[in-house]
């Protein structure tokens, strides 16, 4: 059975940095694609990053450009998401998911969340201004 299980979310003010972890178990974690995404209140979900399962190719929407790095290490089977410059506009629910696919391009896994077969709980992430 996968489980993925999202860490790290925090109530912040605007401006600082945070630093998302998701951890994956029950599948070999350099056999599967990850990405990061969010849900606000109101809001649709969201890919905000994604990341190839060697971690070479990398996508980001183009709000975070800039601001958020996306990593993972395959020995730890974690992922991470390192948000600096935090603004209002960041506050939300961030999931983690693992798409099937070793070979799963990360634009096409932010832009079609449905294709990602393992979901965590969420961590969620306030902003203040």
């Known amino acids: 059975q996968v489980q993925v299980v999202e860490s790290g979310g925090d109530l912040v003010q605007a401006g600082v940095s945070l630093k998302l972890s998701c951890t994956v178990s029950?599948?070999?974690?350099?056999?599967?694609?990850m990405g990061w995404f969010r849900q606000g209140t109101g809001k649709e979900r969201e890919g905000v990053s994604c990341?190839?399962?060697?971690?070479?190719?990398?996508y980001y929407t183009d709000s975070v450009k800039g601001r958020f790095t996306i990593s993972r290490d395959n020995n730890k089977n974690t992922l991470y998401l390192q948000m600096n410059s935090l603004k209002s506009e960041d506050t939300g629910m961030y999931y983690c998911?693992?798409?099937?696919?070793?070979?799963?391009?990360?634009?096409?896994?932010?832009?079609?969340?449905?294709?990602?077969?393992?979901w965590g709980q969420g961590t969620q992430v306030t902003v203040s201004s």
């Open positions: 998911a693992a798409h099937p696919s070793k070979y799963a391009k990360p634009s096409v896994m932010c832009h079609m969340p449905t294709g990602l077969g393992y």
């Open positions: 029950g599948v070999t974690f350099e056999d599967v694609s």
């Open positions: 990341i190839s399962w060697n971690g070479v190719s990398t």
